[in-house]
Structures are given as C-alpha cells and as structure tokens.
C-alpha cells in the first residue's frame, strides 16, 4: 500500500475536481485509474487531530487529541497508549510500515512508537534545520534554504502578520518536497531489495507493506523557487465569490479571524497572487508525486500496490476574507481530495457518497485482508471502488475544538443543506443548492424552519448514539425529544416512600 497525502490542500485546485488551469497530471491519472471521491470530508479542519482520526480511525471526540500542540488549548497532547491504530494491527500482522513526511500526530509519541521507519521529521511546516534535510543537501551539492520576498499582512495591533509566502532561492531538487519524494523512492528500493512487496498468496504478497508519503505543503507559508511562484498568471484566477463576505449574521468569531489573518491589509491583487502562488505548490507537489508513482511502476509493484491519496484538511486561500483554518466550518476547509486505486478495481469511477477521512483506517485494514476492524467511525471504502452500491449514510458529521482558544462546533451536512451549532453566538443554516458559497446565513429564516428543526434534531439523535456529550448543550436548547433528566440533578429527586427512601445520587428516571 501506498499512502500519499498533503495538507491543507483545497480539493478545486486539482484538474481531476474541475480546475481548467492547474497542471496535476499525476494526481489525474491516479483518480483515471481508479475512484475518484467527490463527497470526501475531513473529521475536523485542523491538523493534529485529524490525523489522529486518520490513523485511529475514530472521531475526535474520542480520540481525545483535539488540537495542534503549538498552540494548545489544555487538551491532551499525544493518544492514549492502549489507542487503537491501523499501524499497530499491520504491524501485528507482518507488515512493514514506513512514513516519509509530516508526522504532528503528538508530542511524546513520534511516528516510530507506531511502527513506522523513517526520519522524524517534526511540526507543521517543513523542518528545513533537519540533519537528514541537510544531509540530502550536502550528498547532492545542493544550495542551502534562503527564502526572500515575504508576503505578510498586519495584524490589528499595528504589528507584522503571519507569513503567507515568499520566494525560494533553490533549485526544485532541493526543495523539501523533492527531497521527500527522493527519500520515499530510496525506501521503495531498500524494501524491494529486503524482498517487501514480493509475490506470494497473501494480499501484501509474502512481504507486504505500507509505506506514507505526508506533504507538509501545500499548506502556507507558500515557499517556492521562482519557477513554480511565478507559473500561474495572476489573471488567470478567479476570486472566490466570498471575498465578499461581509460576516453579517455570522458568529464574530470569524470576523476576528479575518483580522487576525489580516485579509483586509493587503489589496485583492495580492490575493490574487496568493492564489497563483499555492497553484504553483500543488503542482510541484503533484511532479513529486509523480516520481513516486514513477518508481513504484519502473520496480514493478504497480499491480500489486493499492495507492490512496488524500489531505488532512483544505485551506481558505482568500476564501470568507481568511486564510490557514480555524472556527469557520466551511466547504473549504472540510471537504478534501480522496483519489483511491486498488488493483482489479473498476477505473475511472466517480462515487458522490459522503467519506471521511475516519474511513482511511478501515480501508487499509481491509486492504491488508485483516479481520480487525477499527472504531465505529471508520468504513471500508473497498465496496464503493469495487463500484459495489451498499447502504450510506447520506450525510457527514464534523466538529471542531479550537487552536487559539477552546470553541467548539458541530456540523451537520447533507445533500443539500449544512447545519453548524455554535454554543457562544449564532448557529448557521446554509442552503448549498442556492448559496453554494456560504454567504448568506439563513438559520433564523421562517421559511427553513423545518428544515432547520430536522437537521438540528437529527444532529442530536447522531451526537447521543456516538456518545459525544455536546448533546448536553443541544437538549435545553432546541427543540429536540429527550428521555433523561437534563439537569443531571439527581439530589433533587423525593423519596419514594416513607419505607422506601430513594437513595442518595439516584437519579429520576
């Protein structure tokens, strides 16, 4: 198995989703050749937990590792050590497991506490100081990283904004991304030569493996040799409809998230360039990609080898005046590239089922033919590219708790509508056949209003039977049926009888 995956990669950027302009060949010829999926969601947009549920998986909320460790908020900082993971069971099973890339699965806990060979290659964004980094460099007489141009806003106290992108000053062998892609072939040779991936009667053959290849990119800072920062015409991008976005009706959270990402300081045209900017990344992604997939069919594994590709979450880009990610529960942030190929299977297929990322963990199981099977918030995704047409849920359930500071959220997106409780302001209703851009919040208007009781009503019915105890806030605040007692008082309850006294912390029923 081959996994290869990026972050905070916007699913419209790919020419296999619809983008006239963007090179992706390699990725296109991936979803050619197998299952493209259309309705492919992240569990919750941000890094660290949903790479947990990746590799768990199951939903955030039981996992319990809610937020990126950079910033924190109180809530754990690596698994639990008896967690259930996917790497564990292949592990068991004979497996040789392998992950070249961003890891930011935790804090004590590295890649190789799972199982996994490879560098341990840190944090959110390309650790360009790591000796292996460096090592490749001097190995190939390649210049050091020098970066120049950078593009930053200002934040609302006058001082420099996060850095969004600048100018690379190496040659695209020594980006990190070429060197990722370098190092992952290296280990393909090494493990073919070990006798990994040989024939035999077993679905891995009688070496099977699993080998990760995570992007750190095309997450910004958006860093690039001039090459690829300058291959996108500026004129060529559209701006996203909701760069006019006023945050009128919205939860004012995501108006000082504008600020913080600074949108307003710098002018469209420079918006525009951003866009073109992080074009220019997924495309130099999507050759190193290539190289991969290049080298597993020059060793000849490519018809034994199932190859998924996804991101563990989108990106704004300019998108509701944001950029990076954060409390806004938007299209653009969940909804990611899911690209499957499995040898046999029917290709070129296109499935609009709602997937999520959760469902990664019980697809490579079952790739692997084992008999174990992750959380319930994992399904197999084996009989959708086998073009199979079983029961699916038709919606997709999400929740986010906060980077900077604790928030919590729920959301619920169907066919045609999105729901999104926001405990500390206003929820949000948004009808995505009409308003596919999210900009007209329509939670309190009466003619949804059953729509509204339906979805708010399902959401809770869907949060009891998983156990996630936001229900608690949704029982006395909306118009749902409930069975307990909400105020979870039980010392208000009487005795029974004089000769039957109700026992102290016994709870009405």
């Not at 605040?477 to 069975?483: G, L, N, P, R, S």
Request: proline share 8%; glycine share 8%.
């Amino acid at each position: 198995m081959l996994f290869l995956m990026t972050d905070q990669h916007r699913v419209d950027t790919l020419g296999a989703y619809g983008n006239p302009h963007v090179s992706t060949p390699n990725l296109d010829r991936l979803a050619a050749e197998g299952t493209r999926f259309d309705n492919c969601y992240t569990p919750t947009a941000i890094c660290t937990p949903a790479r947990a549920s990746l590799l768990t998986g199951a939903a955030p909320f039981r996992h319990k590792l809610l937020a990126n460790y950079e910033r924190n908020v109180g809530y754990l900082e690596d698994l639990a050590d008896d967690q259930f993971t996917f790497a564990g069971q292949l592990r068991s099973e004979g497996y040789r497991l392998g992950l070249m890339g961003k890891w930011h699965g935790g804090v004590r806990r590295t890649a190789a506490d799972y199982g996994f060979e490879g560098p341990d290659l840190a944090g959110w964004h390309n650790p360009v100081d790591h000796p292996d980094y460096l090592a490749y460099l001097e190995e190939h007489g390649l210049p050091a990283y020098r970066i120049t141009d950078p593009v930053r806003g200002t934040t609302p106290n006058g001082s420099p904004g996060n850095l969004l992108a600048a100018r690379l000053h190496q040659p695209v062998e020594a980006t990190f991304e070429h060197y990722l892609a370098t190092r992952t072939i290296e280990m393909l040779h090494r493990w073919v030569a070990d006798g990994a991936g040989a024939a035999g009667e077993g679905p891995g053959g009688d070496d099977p493996f699993f080998l990760a290849t995570h992007f750190f990119g095309p997450h910004l800072p958006y860093i690039l040799p001039d090459a690829y920062y300058d291959m996108y015409d500026p004129e060529l991008v559209e701006l996203p409809a909701s760069v006019s976005e006023t945050f009128d009706s919205k939860p004012p959270v995501q108006s000082n998230y504008s600020k913080l990402w600074a949108f307003d300081t710098m002018p469209l045209e420079e918006s525009r360039k951003l866009i073109a900017v992080y074009w220019g990344y997924v495309t130099l992604i999507d050759e190193q990609i290539g190289r991969i997939l290049d080298a597993v069919r020059e060793l000849g594994l490519e018809e034994s080898t199932a190859v998924f590709f996804t991101a563990d979450h989108g990106e704004f880009t300019g998108a509701h005046r944001l950029h990076d990610k954060g409390p806004a529960m938007y299209e653009d942030i969940y909804r990611i590239p899911g690209l499957l190929k499995v040898p046999g299977a029917p290709r070129g297929q296109v499935r609009d089922e709602f997937v999520s990322l959760t469902d990664c963990a019980a697809t490579i199981l079952d790739l692997a033919g084992s008999d174990t099977k992750p959380a319930v918030d994992s399904r197999s995704l084996l009989p959708l590219a086998a073009g199979e047409r079983p029961e699916w849920a038709p919606y997709h359930l999400a929740e986010f708790h906060g980077h900077h500071f604790p928030y919590p959220q729920r959301m619920l997106r169907t066919r045609r509508y999105k729901l999104v409780v926001n405990p500390e302001s206003r929820n949000e209703l948004y009808d995505l056949h009409t308003d596919p851009d999210e900009l007209h919040n329509r939670y309190d208007h009466p003619e949804l209003r059953d729509v509204r009781g339906e979805l708010t009503r399902t959401l809770y019915d869907l949060l009891r039977e998983r156990g996630d105890n936001f229900f608690h806030w949704m029982t006395p605040m909306y118009d749902v049926e409930t069975d307990y007692d909400t105020t979870l008082s039980a010392f208000e309850s009487e005795p029974a009888t004089a000769s039957a006294p109700g026992r102290a912390g016994e709870e009405r029923s």
